[in-house]
């Protein structure tokens, strides 16, 4: 089975977390945590930071980790790295890539239809 690592941005403000929906593929209308592939030679901070530029135009703080979740996709198996983050400079996000996004409460967590993997996410953000 084909293996994809991953990072994803857990972006934080004002008691809320950010949530995107993704706008192309086979996964087209599901939330997720922003974020992207891994490119040799990064450390997964930097690549985080780098897809957040890439997706949002943000320049991003990256803190705390938070989890690396497994999940079995039909064609892949996924590992995505979960870190923490804030927005530096206090630009707000432009969707460059995705749909939609959503800023959300702790108890709007569960009020978009998530990726499986991000569902594994938004539990560690409840624990």
């Known amino acids: 089975m ?6 994803a941005g857990i972006i934080k403000e004002g008691g809320k977390i950010f949530a995107t929906q993704r706008g ?8 997720e945590f922003p ?12 690549a985080l930071a780098r897809e957040l530029k890439e997706e949002l135009a943000i320049d991003v703080n990256v803190g705390d980790f938070l989890c690396t979740v497994e999940h079995d996709y039909p064609a ?5 790295h979960c870190y923490f983050c804030t927005i530096a400079g206090g630009k707000a996000p432009e969707l460059l890539e ?14 978009v239809d998530w990726l499986p993997a991000d569902i594994k996410v ?6």
């Open 76 to 80: 892949f198996h996924l590992t995505m």
């Open 35 to 46: 974020g992207g592939k891994m490119e040799p030679g990064e450390t997964q901070q930097q």
């Open 2 to 7: 084909k293996r994809i690592e991953v990072v």
């Open 98 to 111: 995705h749909e939609a996004a959503r800023w959300l409460t702790p108890a709007e967590l569960h009020s």
């Open 122 to 127: 938004v539990d560690a953000i409840e624990k």
């Open 24 to 31: 192309h593929g086979e996964q087209k209308g599901f939330w």
